[in-house]
């Protein structure tokens, strides 16, 4: 019986010590925030995707452009367009070009294995 009770708290502190050293978190302590933005030039939409892991997180990055319908995020935005960032002098940009569809709309990038998720405020396209 006393050997019962000695058993258990090892296994408890092995278990807590074991999510310490990996992490503990879904989300990953290592992956790198990200910040995406967008502007609009009449139809034409644009912007920039920055992280303090460039290399990871925003050379190369999927930026996706959805036009906000009613209420954001509620569930009935559409997917408009959708570029790949690239280096253009000191900053990492995409563009859509000229889409023609006047509106609202926001930009994401997904969360890869390096980097957060991030999505733009809402901006206003006009003919």
């Not at 990871?56 to 009935?76: F, H, S």
Request: glycine share 12%; charged share 20%.
């Amino acid at each position: 019986m006393g050997t019962r009770a000695l058993v258990a708290p090892f296994v408890v502190v092995g278990a807590v010590t074991a999510i310490a050293i990996s992490g503990g978190t879904a989300d990953g302590a290592t992956r790198a925030a990200s910040t995406v933005t967008i502007k609009a030039e009449g139809t034409d939409l644009s912007g920039t995707v920055s992280s303090p892991n460039p290399s990871a997180c925003a050379n190369g990055r999927k930026v996706i452009v959805y036009k906000q319908v009613g209420t954001r995020g509620g569930g009935d935005d559409t997917k408009l367009a959708s570029d790949t960032s690239e280096k253009q002098g000191d900053q990492y940009v995409w563009s859509t070009g000229n889409t023609g569809v006047p509106g609202h709309f926001y930009a994401k990038v997904k969360r890869t294995p390096d980097c957060k998720p991030d999505t733009s405020p809402t901006i206003k396209a006009t003919k």
